[in-house]
């Protein structure tokens, strides 16, 4: 099992670690800083560099399996061997933004009373589904109402329940498709002081004032229980 550094400090850009793996799919480390592709957040990028100098581009990192992380080297890169030493560094620019966007999209949650049937996180935009058979949102106010809860500067924490504790609390869980992500039986949850309090196993900025400038730029029905509200980074 990979130690997830990630999910105890989104903001640690690089690590030592030791290959513990190769395969077909790409590289197993003991310890990564690399988020693998999940809750609708993708995969980190960045690189692999060994005590000899040789630098493997990583273009994906994806869950394997138990526990595992595979980072997922691009073509043509050097081969790695079981046993080596390598630092590993994230795409930090790329990272950082589906921190912020993420974090966002969990403020837009928090706007719209319904529950959530999809969501993805870009670097440059975002978007969530809802399930609401009627247009009852509009852009302009949605727009002023996140970027409120953002200049509110909140702080936003991670903290962990027990599987037990969330089947007590069964509003916590807002996607209708998606079971909470798990951790030995664990749950994670994101809370932004005051605002949100939902399971979440991705990455987050620490205060809402850290994602900046946001606009609702598109509000499309895409079923008819579904609604499509997509925000995107001004700037």
């Given at each position: 099992?990979?130690?997830?550094?990630?999910?105890?400090d989104?903001?640690?850009?690089?690590?030592?670690?030791?290959?513990?793996?190769?395969?077909?799919?790409?590289?197993?480390?003991?310890?990564?800083?690399?988020?693998p592709?999940?809750?609708?957040?993708?995969?980190?990028?960045?690189?692999?560099?060994?005590?000899?100098?040789?630098?493997?581009v990583?273009?994906?990192?994806?869950k394997?399996?138990?526990?595992?992380?595979?980072?997922?080297?691009?073509?043509?890169?050097?081969?790695?061997?079981?046993?080596?030493?390598?630092?590993?560094?994230?795409?930090?620019?790329?990272?950082?933004?589906?921190?912020?966007?993420?974090?966002?999209?969990?403020?837009?949650?928090?706007?719209?009373?319904?529950?959530?049937?999809?969501?993805?996180?870009?670097s440059?935009?975002?978007?969530?589904?809802?399930?609401?058979?009627?247009?009852?949102?509009?852009?302009?106010?949605?727009?002023?109402?996140?970027?409120?809860?953002?200049?509110?500067d909140?702080?936003?924490?991670?903290?962990?329940?027990?599987?037990?504790?969330?089947?007590?609390?069964?509003?916590?869980?807002?996607?209708?498709?998606?079971?909470?992500?798990?951790?030995?039986?664990?749950?994670?949850?994101?809370?932004?002081?005051s605002?949100?309090?939902?399971?979440?196993?991705?990455?987050?900025?620490?205060?809402?004032?850290?994602?900046?400038?946001?606009?609702?730029?598109?509000?499309e029905?895409?079923?008819?229980?579904?609604?499509?509200?997509?925000?995107?980074?001004?700037?």
């Amino acid at each position: 099992m990979t130690e997830t550094l990630f999910r105890e400090d989104a903001y640690l850009q690089s690590c030592e670690a030791t290959v513990t793996g190769v395969s077909e799919r790409g590289v197993v480390l003991n310890r990564s800083v690399f988020y693998p592709q999940g809750g609708g957040q993708p995969g980190d990028r960045g690189v692999l560099e060994t005590r000899d100098g040789r630098r493997v581009v990583i273009s994906d990192t994806l869950k394997g399996d138990q526990g595992d992380i595979v980072h997922v080297p691009h073509p043509d890169t050097p081969p790695l061997s079981v046993g080596e030493q390598v630092n590993a560094t994230v795409d930090w620019e790329r990272r950082y933004r589906h921190m912020r966007m993420h974090t966002c999209l969990h403020l837009l949650c928090s706007l719209v009373d319904a529950g959530v049937t999809g969501g993805a996180v870009g670097s440059d935009r975002g978007r969530l589904d809802f399930d609401l058979p009627e247009a009852t949102l509009d852009k302009a106010d949605l727009s002023e109402a996140l970027n409120g809860l953002i200049a509110r500067d909140l702080p936003v924490l991670a903290r962990w329940i027990s599987a037990q504790t969330l089947a007590e609390r069964p509003e916590l869980v807002r996607t209708m498709s998606v079971q909470p992500p798990m951790d030995q039986g664990d749950v994670r949850l994101i809370d932004i002081t005051s605002v949100d309090l939902q399971p979440c196993g991705g990455t987050h900025v620490a205060r809402t004032g850290e994602i900046g400038p946001v606009v609702v730029s598109k509000i499309e029905k895409k079923s008819r229980h579904n609604r499509r509200v997509v925000v995107r980074f001004v700037g």
